[in-house]
């Protein structure tokens, strides 16, 4: 009966570092895996990383080296640290709760939360 809940979102220069953080219902932070995602607008929803029940991670290519996902088993939440944000970063981030199949691919269900807004100024 639980939802997922976005948090951690604001208005940053370029440069400057966010931390968002999802608090996931503990039937969905057991599933398989767990990622975040983020739509800019007029553009398409899409993947910016992922996490595994094990704690195997994968990232998108632009983001790479830049954000860190990761789990907090007390807090029952699946974070995102976002350093070094630039203007592409700027769109409404989602996570999600799903599994990885083979290759590495997130595959997403129907449990998306209601979002934070991140939005990078130059």
């Known amino acids: 009966q639980g939802r997922l809940v976005e948090s951690g979102g604001g208005l940053v220069q370029a440069g400057e570092s966010l931390r968002l953080s999802c608090v996931v219902p503990r039937e969905l932070f057991n599933f398989n895996a767990q990622a975040w995602y983020r739509q800019a607008s007029g553009k398409e929803r899409e993947m910016v990383a992922s996490?595994?029940?094990?704690?195997?991670?994968n990232y998108a290519e632009p983001v790479k080296t830049r954000f860190t996902i990761s789990r907090n088993n007390f807090k029952s939440t699946v974070d995102l640290q976002m350093n070094n944000l630039n203007v592409d970063d700027t769109g409404v981030y989602f996570c999600?709760?799903?599994?990885?199949?083979?290759?590495?691919?997130?595959?997403?269900?129907?449990?998306w939360g209601q979002g934070t807004q991140v939005t990078v100024s130059s």
């Open positions: 999600n709760a799903g599994m990885v199949g083979d290759g590495g691919r997130y595959y997403s269900l129907d449990n």
């Open positions: 996490i595994t029940y094990g704690g195997a991670t």
